[in-house]
């Protein structure tokens, strides 16, 4: 029983995340993605922060996870009309 609360608030907790933080950390994310990527398509010949280097570097990092088989899962709740999706 005692599992079953804390696992609770955990995801209750988990749904706390403000926006700001959410930003925050895509944020990190594709700064990340810009520092190990952006190198590699410059070099390709792409010049750094046009559309088509941009998508090297999205196309580089999604080869790259998939690769790695860096994949994740994505449930969803409703309720009263509001739906809360957790990626895991």
């Known amino acids: 029983m005692r599992a079953f609360a804390l696992s609770v608030l955990m995801m209750f907790l988990a ?3 403000t926006q700001a933080e ?4 895509v944020q990190r994310d594709v700064d990340d993605m810009i520092r190990v990527y ?3 398509c410059e ?3 792409f010049k750094p ?3 088509p280097w941009r998508d ?3 196309r580089m990092s999604t080869k790259d996870s998939l690769e790695r088989r860096d994949f994740t ?3 969803c709740v409703e309720s009263r009309g509001f739906l ?3 990626t895991f």
């Open 84 to 86: 809360h999706c957790s």
């Open 38 to 40: 952006g190198p590699g």
């Open 56 to 58: 090297c570097v999205l």
């Open 73 to 75: 899962t994505t449930s």
């Open 22 to 25: 959410r930003a925050a950390r």
């Open 15 to 17: 749904g706390c995340v």
């Open 43 to 45: 070099r390709l010949g």
């Open 49 to 51: 922060d046009s559309d």
